[in-house]
């Protein structure tokens, strides 16, 4: 499925759409360049979710945990952008790959591509203009 948000209001439909279907076990694995809509879509999801803190990209300290109140879960929020290879197996990242009690949201996906497990949702953004985004799910 294609989409295009011309808005954060039109991103905040989109992440809607994915709310009403994400459950524990779920990976969304987000791919798509800086400043493309990864983290602005985690926010308008985790705000579905029944999370109110305030989201940003965990960039520096690799994930940040929510209680998604909504889904009676965990929203593991994980930003792979600092990753390499020896990071990966250093964050235990396949542990959270196993763990179907909660649903994680990574950021910058493709740094850790080969790690990812089968099954997992990709959403792809891309940058078409200053305010336009074309998201592939």
Same mark, same amino acid.
């Given at each position: 499925?294609?989409?295009?948000?011309?808005?954060?209001?039109?991103?905040?439909? !989109?992440?809607? $759409? /994915? @709310?009403?279907?994400?459950?524990?076990?779920?990976?969304?694995?987000?791919?798509?360049?800086?400043?493309?809509?990864?983290?602005?879509?985690?926010?308008?999801?985790?705000?579905?979710? *029944?999370? #109110?803190?305030? =989201?940003?990209?965990?960039?520096?300290?690799?994930?940040?945990?929510? +209680?998604?109140? #909504? $889904?009676?879960?965990?929203?593991?929020?994980?930003?792979?952008?600092?990753?390499?290879?020896? #990071?990966?197996?250093?964050?235990?990242?396949?542990?959270? !790959? @196993?763990?179907?009690? #909660? =649903?994680? +949201? /990574?950021?910058?996906?493709?740094? /850790?591509?080969?790690?990812?497990?089968? *099954?997992?949702?990709?959403?792809? !953004?891309?940058?078409? *203009?200053?305010?336009?985004?074309?998201? /592939?799910?």
């Amino acid at each position: 499925m294609d989409f295009i948000s011309h808005s954060e209001n039109d991103t905040n439909k !989109f992440a809607k $759409k /994915i @709310a009403k279907n994400v459950v524990a076990g779920d990976i969304l694995a987000l791919f798509g360049e800086l400043g493309s809509g990864k983290t602005t879509f985690t926010k308008y999801l985790a705000k579905e979710l *029944g999370i #109110s803190e305030n =989201i940003t990209s965990p960039t520096f300290v690799i994930e940040k945990r929510y +209680v998604a109140k #909504s $889904k009676d879960t965990e929203l593991i929020h994980i930003d792979c952008y600092r990753m390499d290879e020896k #990071s990966v197996e250093q964050h235990y990242l396949n542990d959270l !790959f @196993a763990d179907n009690n #909660s =649903i994680k +949201v /990574i950021e910058w996906s493709e740094k /850790i591509e080969k790690y990812l497990p089968e *099954g997992i949702k990709k959403i792809k !953004f891309e940058y078409q *203009g200053e305010n336009e985004r074309k998201i /592939i799910y």
